[in-house]
């Protein structure tokens, strides 16, 4: 990587709309909980920082049989706290970019690839696919100008490489609510997809074949 | 260098440490039975860590100080850790519950300021504890002066300090932290290379 780079993946949540009351990091996918699926990925990079919050013994447990070298942030207030308190917590003392990434998101191992070899900051966008999406509008430029609940032309589910001297406590917002006034932003597409409801999980199922070698 | 406003406090006892110094204690003079059953009841809570450390206070205080600290400068230290510690000698300090006579010469191989408990030595032996060192009250003090404090710690009598701390980090290095460490902590980690390159990006 040509810049020092901090990876923070979101395991806090609960993923209740996927309604199996467990961490979405743990889901199996083709025989291996999400979360190892994510670090395969992830080798090259020397700070991996993983927010847990709901079921964190579990999930500091899953990840500790695949990776060590792995600094574990403890949102315990993650019950009545958003995104942006989980990546800001994640956020102290980290290198000086943050490339985010939530625990329940498959992505092109391609495309993570390319993600990490970036050196400026940047919105991955992708195909809206989501019932509730974070979509995007894009300039001329491909800039990301706006974060939109009804309106875009991709959709954003948390890859992006932030500088981390704009995160601050925001225990009421999401991610996107704190990056919006640092807009407008490079936009990078990411063949990526999250996992909310059983709907996406049987999707997101499909995708790993044409996606990773299961 | 760190910033000179942070100051590192380690426990020593399974953080520092490779391994846990009572039961070799115990194993050493036969009296493990006596020792397990006191940490088996501590760790479920069934004694206060205040009693518990008296009552093992007695059952070790009978037995030769000096044989102890023999037996305990031998222990396997974390190579890493030791050399964060060196390499930042003038803002980490050792925060210990042991008796300072069982852990001398162990803290003279860290070469590290510290702060443990104490007691009256007789003929050799500890007659009584003079000081049962509170780790909360050691953060406490350097928060007054105007310090910013990260505890690095792993079990029930690390607790209390680590929960005031300004960083907290569960450290299960040789075992899993206690639940009492990780309800209270900010971090966890899990491996002595990953707390090193992390106490480091703390400048």
Redesign the interface.
Known sequence: MSISKTVVIGCAGIGSRLGLGQSKALINIHGKPLIHWQLELLTEV??VRVV?GYQ??EV?KTI?EVR???????N?NYFNTKTATSIY?AS????DHIFTLDGDVIIHPDDMKSCLEMDRPFIGVTDISSDEAVLVHLNDASEVTEFSRESGTYEWIGPALLNKEMFSYAKDKHLYEIIEPTLPLESKIVRSMDIDTMNDYYKALEKFKDWYEV | MLENNIVFLFDLDGTITKEETLPLIAKHFKIEEEITQITEDTIRGNIPFVESFIRRVHILGALPAVEIDDLLSKVELSKPIVEFIQNNQDNSFIVTGNLNVWVNQLLQRIDCKYYSSQGKMVDGKVEKLTNILKKEEIVQKYQSLGKKVVFIGDGNNDAEAMRISD?SIAFGNIHWPSNSV??V???????E??LC??LK??S
Do not use: G, M, P
């Open positions: 020397e700070d847990v964190a013994n500091i500790l060590k070298n792995v600094t574990f942030v403890f315990h917590l102290i003392n980290a290198n | 960083i990780l309800q902590s900010t971090h966890a980690i899990f491996c290379e990953e390159r992390f990006q703390l």
